[in-house]
């Protein structure tokens, strides 16, 4: 277990970042013999800390915890694609390369979202902490030419099913699991711990 100080922090300092603490902590590794003692391999123990810079997309992430949902569109009048609205957020329109307009589609997705395909997940990789079997939701919203995949915490998820956001606003994560999705018509009292509409 890591002492408090081993925990790997970082902090900006300038416009740089300052790591504290331990990023990568090494642990033996240990023999696997079959059940006549030959050698068939080793475990291989890596304790590490990963750091995720988010550049431009920080605003998408911060606004998910505050309950607002950012996208961004392309206002290049000499672009193909110009108009074009985008979520997940993409900080640079891929059609003409410059950089997309920051807009708040929260409205938008409370008032048009539906599922446009979904898959349930029994079993899940590795770090899973939502709760199983997960509703995997690909959300589809008027004037918005991409699709956004999403969880869906509440309910069976059906192809056309209106659905609205929650945010995780009381101890947010900062990461994508800040947003879920539950069906129209959801009581708040209802939502999982720390969401809100
Ligand atoms: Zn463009």
């Known amino acids: 277990m890591k002492s408090e100080n081993d925990v790997g922090r970082v902090s900006v300092k300038n416009g740089r970042y300052k790591i504290k603490g331990k990023f990568h902590i090494i642990e033996p590794n240990t ?22 810079s988010y550049g431009g997309e920080a605003i998408f992430f911060e606004s998910l915890s505050k309950g607002k949902f950012i996208g961004s569109r392309c206002d290049n009048p000499k672009c193909d694609s110009k108009e074009s609205i985008f979520m997940p957020f993409r900080i640079y329109c891929p059609d003409c390369l410059r950089k997309t307009t920051v807009i708040d589609i929260t409205d938008i997705a409370k008032k048009t979202a539906i599922i446009h395909s979904f898959i349930i997940t029994e079993r899940s990789g590795a770090f899973n902490i939502l709760k199983k079997p997960i509703k995997f939701i690909n959300v589809e919203f008027e004037d918005v030419c991409t699709i956004f995949m999403g969880y869906l915490s509440i309910g069976e998820p059906e192809i056309g099913m209106r659905v609205v956001p929650i945010f995780q606003t009381k101890n947010p994560t900062y990461t994508i699991m800040d947003i879920s999705w539950v069906p129209v018509g959801t009581p708040e009292s209802e939502l999982p711990d720390n969401f809100t509409f």
């Open 31 to 52: 023999p696997i013999f079959d059940e006549n003692g030959k050698l068939c391999g080793i475990t291989n123990p890596r304790d590490m800390t990963y750091i995720h």
